[in-house]
Nanobody, 119 residues
Framework: QVQLVESGGGLVQPGGSLRLSCVAS????????MAWYRQAPGKQRELVAV???????DYADSVKGRFTISGDTAKCTVYLQMNSLEPEDTAVYFC?????????????WGQGTQVTVSS
């Protein structure tokens, strides 16, 4: 029943910045692990950044130092601040919510937002 809606994608030049937002339908940020994935043409979907309900974060090596994931529990929103963008960052970016409880996995996805980095 969880719904995730991404926004903030677009066209940006190399070296530019974008801020993606993911709005959830309920206050799941307090109990779910939230993450951003991306999928480029011809490639598999990959994990970009993750934040736990306790605020712990982790990033793919390719984006460390450039991307920052954060959450606003009151607004039910997760953000991905992307700086120093490169053409290799071009992909559809997806928001994900995940929780494992008593052996059952709960996994939800947004529809995705396109990020294109090009001169």
């Amino acid at each position: 029943q969880v719904q995730l809606v991404e926004s903030g994608g677009g066209l940006v030049q190399p070296g530019g910045s974008l801020r993606l937002s993911c709005v959830a339908s309920s206050g799941i940020l307090s109990i779910y692990t939230m993450a951003w994935y991306r999928q480029a043409p011809g490639k598999q979907r990959e994990l970009v950044a993750v934040i736990s309900s306790g605020g712990q974060t982790d990033y793919a090596d390719s984006v460390k130092g450039r991307f920052t994931i954060s959450g606003d529990t009151a607004k039910c929103t997760v953000y991905l601040q992307m700086n120093s963008l490169e053409p290799e960052d071009t992909a559809v970016y997806f928001c994900n919510a995940n929780q494992t409880w008593l052996g059952d996995e709960y996994d939800y996805w947004g529809q995705g937002t396109q990020v294109t980095v090009s001169s």
